[in-house]
């Protein structure tokens, strides 16, 4: 969970309602109700509103139309991009970018910064493109993504940097980004007619400013929702070009290709398949088609170039690792928030995921916690938040006021359904500071009294975090070490904090094939407490 209640990620068109607090009410309304639909009905939601403000735009831009077409130097391709000027392309990448920064958070620490930007600008220092200036940021997120704005916007994450083992790997990244920059390829999808940031500047007079907020949030998921697979190819074919003219040893396009292919494989495990959240995989998917044509590619190049492994390692040596502090974090049943400065605890057989917009844990028997905060502007208590806006449509049983540690808080129940079986509801809404704190905690019919009193301490365990804790409790970082004489695969990743599939683990981040062991002396990643 991300701490501000609006820091959506930009990325999930579901999650993404910051100006929308009333869908949101709506939808985690819903959430226990039928765990597992709202995503596909919002999905649809926002291609109708998609579709409609496609048809808006063409009526009102007819003229526009007109005389669209450009030489593109990078690809030698017309290229049908009349309504993004280079001029707009920065504008637009400005405004978009400050969305960016709101809703992920970057990674401030200088020495990261400094050293993706220096591989970046190496990168992008002959492109056909000279009039971009291109800029480096490292998103604050523990999934694995990149993408770029028009403008020459290049993000990377956290948990990009953490999985790439060179620094050619990661320049491979920055290069096929860059690819997506001097290939137009936001542009080229703007101008066939989607809707976009700059399309909702320009109309903003005309349709007023609620239908304008509207478009903007739209069209910021429009320049990071999937690009075609030919724009994907030729992000790859100039960023193989670029990267190789950096200096850069042109196989790690494939094999970091690779390394993200397994990456993904090993998430869906690790999920049991349901990773849904949003991610470098679902807009640059690394399928063995990709890896072997960029692998094919890189050959016409002359097989010469760094890779300089050890140097990216001691660059990313500390750099947190998984949820950080801003996006609060799970170690065994308890959630910690430190930014926030609050915790609470789920019962032992609860696994606790922690999702952009809230945290959920579940057992294995049907029941589910779900914990958000919203805010409370309009200074509700409890008992009438609950009744007249939360849960306004619903039929409530044994609504009343409650203390959680101090807090002022109420609490009520209704019946409900998770997949088809029945449940008991418990809402739960604590005033913490100008907000709320919520759970909604849903019980399988007949469950026997002891889990249902264990649940029921889950709202009670709700506190603000001691001094303490909020100076020894860390998020995890990856640390590099030198093997041993008496190093294994195995002995490496026990140091690591996973209970499952630890050594996978470490196989994956450190780009180790099955069967392979550590050399003695040599320098891997572990993750680290
Ligand atoms: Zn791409």
Redesign the pocket.
């Known amino acids: 969970m991300t701490s501000t209640t609006v820091a959506f990620p930009v990325f999930c068109k579901d999650e993404k309602s910051s100006a929308n607090e009333k869908g949101l009410h709506k939808r985690l309304a819903s959430t226990v109700k039928n765990i597992n639909i709202s995503f596909i009905s919002n999905r649809m939601e926002s291609l109708m509103h998609k579709i409609k403000s496609f048809f808006t735009y063409m009526l009102i831009l007819p003229t526009l139309f007109v005389c669209a077409c450009s030489t593109n130097p990078a690809t030698g391709k017309r290229q049908f991009t009349a309504l993004m000027s280079p001029a707009q392309e920065n504008s637009v990448g400005a405004q978009e970018h400050q969305k960016i920064v709101q809703q992920y958070g970057l990674v401030t620490d200088k020495k990261l910064n400094d050293y993706v930007t220096a591989l970046g600008k190496r990168v992008t220092e002959d492109t056909e493109r000279p009039d971009v200036q291109y800029k480096f940021y490292i998103i604050d997120s523990p999934i694995v993504n990149?993408?770029?704005l028009p403008g020459g916007y290049i993000y990377v994450s956290r948990g990009l940097l953490a999985l790439s083992n060179s620094e050619a790997e990661l320049a491979s990244v920055l290069g096929?980004?860059a690819?997506?920059i001097t290939g137009r390829?936001s542009a080229e999808r703007y101008s066939r007619g989607v809707v976009t940031s700059l399309g909702a500047g320009i109309l903003s007079a005309a349709i007023g400013s609620q239908g304008a907020s509207q478009a903007i949030s739209l069209g910021s998921n429009l320049y990071l929702s999937s690009?075609s697979r030919d724009?994907?190819n030729e992000?790859?074919t100039l960023g193989l070009r670029y990267m190789t003219r950096g200096g850069f040893a042109p196989q790690a396009v494939p094999s970091f290709l690779y390394s993200l292919q397994r990456q993904s494989d090993l998430d869906a495990r690790l999920s049991g398949q349901q990773g849904n959240r949003y991610n470098y995989f679902s807009?640059?998917p690394a399928t063995d088609q990709r890896v072997a044509k960029t692998k094919a590619e890189s050959m016409q190049y002359p097989q010469t170039g760094i890779n300089n492994r050890d140097a990216h390692l001691k660059a990313i040596n500390g750099m947190t690792y998984g949820d950080s502090e801003r996006q609060g974090f799970a170690r065994d049943n308890n959630f910690y928030h430190p930014e926030l400065g609050l915790k609470f605890s789920v019962p032992q057989n609860f696994t606790i995921k922690n999702q952009p917009s809230q945290v959920i844990a579940l057992d294995n028997k049907g029941s589910l916690i779900v914990f958000d905060m919203m805010g409370n502007k309009e200074g509700y208590a409890p008992l009438d938040y609950i009744r007249s806006v939360w849960m306004k449509e619903t039929q409530l049983q044994n609504l009343e006021e409650i203390n959680v540690n101090g807090m002022k808080a109420a609490t009520a129940s209704f019946p409900g359904q998770i997949n088809g079986e029945n449940v008991v509801i418990r809402v739960v809404a604590i005033s913490w500071k100008d907000r709320f704190a919520r759970f909604q905690l849903a019980i399988p019919r007949g469950a026997k009294a002891a889990l249902v009193e264990d649940i029921k301490k889950t709202t009670y365990s709700f506190r603000n975090m001691s001094a303490n804790e909020k100076k020894t409790i860390k998020p995890y970082s990856v640390k590099i070490i030198a093997a041993g004489v008496n190093d294994t695969v195995k002995t490496l990743a026990a140091r690591m904090p996973f209970k499952e599939m630890a050594e996978e683990r470490f196989r994956v981040m450190n780009a180790m094939a099955k069967g392979t062991e550590v050399q003695s002396g040599a320098l891997y990643k572990i993750v680290s407490e």
Do not use: M, R
């Open positions: 990149a993408f770029a096929h980004e690819g997506h390829h690009y724009q994907e992000a790859d807009t640059h």
